[in-house]
């Protein structure tokens, strides 16, 4: 994730000026359903084309009713005798709810209104379920399966949508109400759009996982989860939120959003976290649900609402590939804070659709990106503020596209995430930048509409990276102090434009921690000279080209130091290596110099690391010797034979060269 | 990943008196000591899997092609049942030697009139032509099929690399990859498929 580094370091050969810009990512925004209205044809005969859409409550649901399943009390505890009784459940359950009905922004409103006594799984019945009954074969913590429509569809009373010979549709009722006391809810007759929530259960692992309430009883126990933030991610799914990329909140705060895919049982700070709303999290279900958005009904405001459109604006734009010439589908756009860097919101780009058979019901891709992204538009809800808005590549880390949703996968699928993060500069936004950290401030005055615009292009920088693929985290015994350095040989770095000019825009460092809660900072991050004896090296810690102290990395992604001199950076490093004078850069991290570590581990910021870990063992890439430790602040360094630590130095062409 | 740390912390100390021998020999930073097992992404809120608890744990593991997807109500439960065309079994019933059924949660169908959906945050998804690295669960809640082992984690897809070889990511593609060693454009994570397989098969002679 993110923040933002602004310290300004004048040194080493050519006394570069380096602004370091860490950027964090996250990603707001809706679970994806397809509309299929009016069966638009596609180029291939016998499908549909499918725009994938967001799935939500119509305002006729809501309040959305919930029922508790009543068969398991106490709540099973595959780790020993019951610890929650199904009332304590049930209180903490609704305490989630409350968790997003209390948002002022926002008309959602889920309630715990009844019991069901369903002996058996979830399923779409029209009753609204809370189980923590679960198939043998269910894997997850929780989940929350919605039943939507995928098209528009006018309900007609009597209709029989589950198909259980009882009506689900009502021409007595305009809110959605158990009319004949049934125990499942019939929807008042008339006009859905697609995307609209039939039906939304949420199923709790309790053959798996011990879940508890209270603050007290939140432990390292990695069997045992609170009960309240496991159901506050998924009620936030209930009403129609994807999942987030956002793991790290600022500079000092570790602790993600509460829409973020994973949960840290092992932390008890993470999991507390996950109870309480972040500002993203807010931000979506206030876009989805806006309040004041009617005259009546539960969209109009009431008491201790706020209207979302004198709250809120809409930072609006199109991500566009630089190398591909694409709109890209499934980029993550965020917004932090321009003054302190905070994280504030995100949102995906992309409008897309897939290929549908009405016969079999599967969905299918073709070779076509023109097909399936319509184009690559993006909007971010944040509060009024100035904000830089900047963009990551959805590439598996810290999440995978497929965690996310549709269109993310379709732009992964189209070879589209393959872009180093980078902010928007208005003027300067193009497939080439000098400063991939420069950032144009974006002001937010609801209910002015300023902050439309916002377009950005990737750059085409490139990354020498002389490692593969991550297959460890490390180092946990590193001491106070210690550094990692990674050399880029000056024949690698000559290479990238052989007779041209050379920008260079900056290092990434590939960062990690223990425990979720905690933000992975570093005592510095170096980019500078060095010569390599053999299994040892020189390296000059006392002029560095650029440096950051105090650098916070990203957990589980790649952090960037960007510069902000990249032309002089690259002139004086070429001329460096035409003189003779540099024969490599180095690449450097050092882990904080003073203990206790934080976090419930105690263990240090970690880096990622390639290699087989064992000798002779299989791995991607060669082991190519260039990474090297001290333990000493630099005096002495030792090669480090059995991994490739994952450092990149980030590289362009000049503006003016092809 | 968060969760093995904490369970290594125990050997944090002695760690830190080794480490204080490192300054003048060469390091050796072995994985038992040092570093955690860097196991796929997970989906949704799922339990976190190393790939060598999904090795261990598959009752199955294939690579193949999906052939075919096709939505089935199962109950009042939606699946996606993807028939996929076995061309490697790794471990398993000789029966999966040839063709597998998986059932993945969610999918598109119609009740009567109705066009629906079901849709689960992080589900494992599979569209035809895919061709995949599967990890597979003989325990589904549809007879006669497998799930994917640990929501979605289990479900890779191979890919070709921009120099032609066989690679293996966490998501489906269809355009050539980069391998992401040397010079490149981003940081995705890729793996060559037969690293990812000798990986597998060394912890299954474990």
């Not at chain 1, 429509?149 to 959605?176: F, K, M, N, W």
């Not at chain 2, 079994?89 to 063709?99: L, V």
């Amino acid at each position: 994730m993110k923040s933002i580094e602004k310290k300004i370091f004048n040194f080493g050969l050519c006394l570069c000026l380096s602004l370091a810009n860490v950027i964090a990512v996250q990603a707001g925004g809706a679970l994806e359903t397809i509309d299929i209205t009016g069966l638009p044809p596609s180029p291939i005969p016998g499908l549909v084309a499918a725009k994938l859409i967001g799935i939500k409550w119509d305002t006729r649901s809501i309040p959305v009713k919930y029922s508790i399943n009543n068969t398991l009390d106490p709540i099973p505890n595959p780790l020993g005798a019951p610890v929650l009784t199904l009332a304590q459940a049930r209180t903490a359950l609704q305490m989630s709810f409350d968790s997003w009905n209390k948002i002022p922004t926002s008309f959602i409103d889920m309630e715990i209104t009844g019991t069901t006594a369903n002996p058996g799984l979830v399923g779409f019945d029209f009753v609204n379920e809370l189980t923590f009954r679960t198939d043998p074969s269910f894997p997850a913590i929780a989940s929350s399966p919605s039943t939507s429509l995928i098209e528009d569809t006018v309900l007609q009373d009597g209709d029989d949508i589950d198909g259980d010979g009882d009506s689900d549709v009502s021409s007595a009722i305009t809110v959605c109400t158990d009319v004949d006391g049934d125990g499942d809810i019939e929807f008042p007759a008339g006009f859905y759009k697609a995307g609209t929530i039939l039906d939304n259960d949420v199923q709790f692992n309790a053959n798996a996982l011990r879940f508890t309430v209270g603050d007290a009883n939140v432990d390292t126990n990695t069997g045992s989860v609170d009960l309240g933030a496991t159901a506050t991610h998924e009620f936030g799914h209930s009403h129609g939120l994807s999942h987030v990329l956002d793991n790290q909140i600022s500079r000092t705060d570790g602790t993600g959003v509460t829409m973020f895919p994973f949960i840290d049982t092992g932390d008890p700070v993470a999991e507390l976290n996950a109870r309480s709303l972040s500002s993203d999290d807010i931000a979506w279900s206030s876009y989805f649900y806006p309040e004041g958005s009617a005259k009546s009904g539960p969209a109009a405001l009431q008491r201790g609402d706020k209207a979302f459109n004198k709250e809120y604006g809409l930072i609006k734009g199109e991500l566009r590939h630089g190398v591909l010439n694409q709109p890209i589908a499934g980029g993550s756009l965020f917004a932090v804070d321009f003054l302190s860097d905070k994280f504030v919101a995100s949102g995906f780009s992309g409008t897309t659709q897939l290929l549908y058979d009405p016969v079999s019901g599967g969905l299918f891709l073709i070779n076509d990106p023109a097909f399936h992204i319509l184009n690559g538009k993006y909007v971010i809800p944040v509060p009024k503020g100035l904000y830089a808005v900047g963009v990551e590549a959805v590439d598996g880390n810290p999440v995978p596209s497929s965690s996310i949703s549709f269109t993310a996968q379709i732009g992964d699928a189209f070879g589209q995430q393959d872009f180093n993060e980078e902010f928007y500069n208005r003027s300067r936004e193009d497939a080439r930048e000098v400063r991939l950290g420069e950032k144009f401030p974006v002001a937010v005055l609801p209910p002015l509409n300023i902050s439309s615009g916002i377009n950005i292009v990737t750059s085409d920088s490139v990354n020498i990276n002389n490692f593969g693929d991550r297959n460890f985290i490390g180092f946990t015994g590193a001491v106070p102090g210690q550094l990692y350095a990674v050399q880029v040989p000056a024949s690698q770095i000559a290479s990238v434009n052989p007779g041209g000019g050379l920008l260079i825009q900056g290092v990434a460092f590939d960062t990690a921690v223990a425990n979720a809660s905690v933000v992975p900072i570093y005592a510095k991050a170096v980019l500078t000279t060095g010569t390599v004896n053999g299994t040892t090296a020189t390296i000059d810690l006392t002029h560095p080209l650029a440096q950051q102290n105090g650098f916070v990395g990203q957990d589980s992604d790649l952090a960037p130091f960007y510069f902000l001199t990249p032309r002089l950076l690259g002139t004086a490093v070429q001329k460096g290596i035409e003189k003779g004078k540099i024969q490599n850069l180095f690449i450097v991290l050092q882990v904080p110099t003073t203990t206790p570590f934080p976090g419930v581990s105690g263990l240090p910021s970690l880096i990622g690391l390639d290699g087989a870990g064992t000798p002779g063992g299989s791995n991607d890439a060669p082991l190519f010797g260039f990474s090297f430790t001290s333990i000493d602040g630099g005096a002495t360094w030792s090669q480090v034979p059995n991994f490739n630590f994952r450092f990149s130095l980030v590289v362009s062409k000049p503006l003016d060269e092809p | 990943m968060k969760k093995k740390l904490y369970a290594l912390s125990g050997v944090f100390l002695i760690v830190l008196v080794i480490a204080g021998l490192w300054a003048a020999k060469a390091v050796s930073l072995t994985s038992a000591q040092q570093t955690i097992d860097s196991s796929p992404q997970t989906t949704s809120t799922a339990a976190e899997l190393s790939l060598e608890q999904m090795t261990k744990e598959a009752s199955v593991i294939v690579t193949g092609t999906c052939l075919q997807t096709k939505s089935q109500w199962v109950g009042r439960s939606l699946f996606t049942m993807a028939t996929v065309l076995v061309e490697d079994s790794i471990k398993g019933d000789p029966a999966a030697r040839t063709e597998v059924t998986v059932a993945l949660p969610g999918g598109i169908g119609s009740k009567g009139k109705f066009q629906l959906a079901q849709t689960i945050a992080g589900a494992p998804q599979m569209y035809p032509t895919n061709k995949v690295f599967l990890f597979l669960s003989d325990k589904s809640p549809v007879a006669g099929s497998y799930s994917v082992k640990g929501f979605a984690q289990g479900n890779f897809s191979i890919s070709k690399a921009d120099d032609g070889d066989e690679v293996v990511t966490r998501n489906m593609t269809m355009a050539p990859l980069q391998k992401g060693v040397g010079v490149t454009r981003g940081n995705r994570q890729v793996l060559s498929l037969s690293e990812f397989k000798a990986r597998v098969k060394s912890y299954l002679n474990k």
